[in-house]
């Protein structure tokens, strides 16, 4: 049966709409059309105001719901995660793996396929190490740090045949040849935690590199005369960005620079979340060490930042109300332009005709009020602030 959600301004992933309703049928939208073209016969959701966007995409989840994924690499985990992330506006996300045991991987990989059977919101995976160099492995612990084999390459490359795979790693600590072979692969190469040089990032750029992770942190930074991996994402217009916007990673003004930098698609919001996204816990264990929420980040018991307390729509209210990006650009840069990136924009982060209903539903403060994942509607009590707890 087809529904038309209506009574609130929508953002079709590009421009908003005033006086329109989206109608889902089942799993999919059938149509966005004036209100007034709304059949009279066909049922109604009457929204209360507010906005009606696509529904957020994460590339980078650690965890939520109070479970680090890495801890528990099981199928029970991933519903916990991708539940905690819809109460912040996330329907569709890759759980990320942190450097580990090359056992602690293929667990970590069994999971995700086993759960994307019956759990729409898990795209795919994103590996976030080993693959890195010292230097630059922030929370990522050196004991777990090593180089690529063939095996590696073999077991990362046939995952990619089943699913979205994105992969960071320091382009330095690669082999010639090795990042091309994971592209021919189908698998998305992201350069993260790595201290190489512009030359060595424009190398692995000629061989498919095409994107980097979490820009600014964990990596060679921007100066006169050695424009680092900073300088190469910002320079190279093909190269998509992720970015961690929460006021701590990334001082607002770095985020503008990016924003006016880069072609407008390419630059795309990441949370990096840890367990306690969506959940009341407050920390969390790992590698043995206790890491807590303080102050709306996480840290170590050093001090260090280690991954993010926030969701995606924090991003996007630190993009608006801190940075100054205009709203549309933000919601795109939650939604759109990461589905662009793993090449599912004919699919996910748009309000049209054919693409999953995955919709997000927020009050005029930016605060969620209800998700849809493909048709299916769940309603959250979150407020600002409460998601980070």
Not at 136 to 156: A, N, P
Request: glycine fraction near 10%; proline fraction near 5%.
């Amino acid at each position: 049966m087809t529904t038309a959600l209506l009574g609130a301004r929508l953002f079709d992933g590009e421009r908003f709409l005033d006086d329109h309703a989206v109608l889902v049928d089942g799993n999919t939208i059938a149509n966005v059309v004036p209100k007034h073209q709304v059949p009279h016969d066909m049922a109604r959701q009457v929204l209360n105001g507010g906005l009606l966007a696509p529904g957020f995409i994460d590339l980078q989840v650690n965890g939520g719901g109070g479970v680090l994924f890495n801890n528990d690499p099981s199928v029970d985990a991933l519903k916990r995660i991708t539940a905690g992330h819809r109460k912040v506006g996330t329907t569709r996300l890759l759980p990320t793996t942190i450097s580990d045991t090359p056992e602690r991987l293929q667990a970590c990989m069994a999971a995700v396929k086993d759960a994307r059977v019956d759990n729409p919101g898990i795209l795919g995976m994103h590996i976030e190490g080993p693959f890195f160099n010292v230097e630059q492995r922030g929370v990522h612990h050196s004991d777990y740090l090593r180089t690529m084999t063939s095996s590696d390459l073999k077991m990362i490359s046939t995952l990619a045949l089943d699913m979205p795979v994105l992969l960071t790693l320091a382009p330095e600590m690669m082999l010639p040849g090795q990042i091309a072979q994971l592209v021919r692969a189908g698998v998305e190469v992201s350069a993260g935690h790595t201290h190489a040089r512009y030359e060595e990032v424009e190398r692995a750029i000629q061989e498919g590199l095409n994107g980097v992770t979490h820009l600014y942190n964990a990596m060679r930074p921007l100066q006169g005369r050695e424009p680092g991996v900073v300088g190469a994402a910002l320079t190279h217009h093909e190269m998509h960005a992720g970015i961690i916007v929460d006021n701590f990673h990334v001082h607002p003004a770095s985020v503008l620079l990016a924003y006016r930098a880069k072609p407008l698609g390419k630059l795309y919001l990441v949370s990096d979340s840890m367990a306690t996204v969506g959940s009341t816990s407050i920390s969390f264990t790992l590698y043995d060490e206790t890491l807590t929420a303080v102050d709306g980040r996480l840290v170590s018991a050093e001090g260090r930042l280690a991954g993010s307390a926030i969701g995606l729509i924090d991003a996007v209210r630190c993009c608006v109300q801190d940075v100054g990006i205009p709203l549309e650009h933000a919601l795109a840069m939650a939604s759109r332009f990461p589905a662009e990136y793993l090449h599912l924009d004919e699919q996910l982060g748009w309000l049209k005709p054919g693409h999953q209903a995955d919709l997000v539903h927020l009050d005029d403060d930016l605060n969620v009020l209800e998700t849809w994942v493909a048709g299916m509607a769940e309603r959250t009590e979150n407020r600002a602030g409460d998601n980070a707890a």
